[in-house]
């Protein structure tokens, strides 16, 4: 939208403001049985060069579909703790126990 104003700013500008003023990215996606669900969190991490990094906190995973004909499915946690977790506790917010550091190390072992 930027480029679009006609304004003259470097792309690698641009980047740098959106990494640094958005935290998270929320996906929804229209499912094969007509219903939205949000099927990605991603949690922008800064920049690297003239990219702008991401990191997966949660993906939907479909396991089939029911009866009905509606998808069945479940969030998967990453394995990685997201970065932000430090800045909502910081401000004093509960942070669910699957983020704590023992979790995620316990999760990394189980997958090794």
């Given at each position: 939208m930027v480029?679009?104003?006609g304004v003259d700013i470097p792309i690698k500008a641009i980047r740098e403001q959106i990494?640094?003023?958005?935290?998270?990215?929320?996906?929804?996606?229209?499912m094969k049985d007509g219903s939205r669900k949000i099927t990605?969190?991603?949690e922008i991490t800064g920049m690297?060069?003239?990219?702008?990094?991401?990191?997966e906190i949660f993906s939907y995973d479909i396991k089939g579909?029911?009866?009905r004909g509606k998808l069945i499915g479940a969030f998967n946690c990453s394995k990685?703790?997201?970065?932000?977790?430090?800045?909502f506790e910081s401000r004093g917010s509960k942070i669910p126990p699957v983020f704590t550091p023992e979790?995620?190390?316990?999760?990394?072992?189980?997958?090794k």
């Open positions: 480029l679009m104003a990494s640094s003023a958005i935290n998270i990215i929320v996906q929804q996606n229209r990605k969190i991603i690297e060069g003239d990219i702008i990094s991401t990191q579909m029911d009866e990685i703790r997201p970065k932000i977790i430090d800045n979790r995620v190390i316990a999760r990394l072992r189980e997958n």
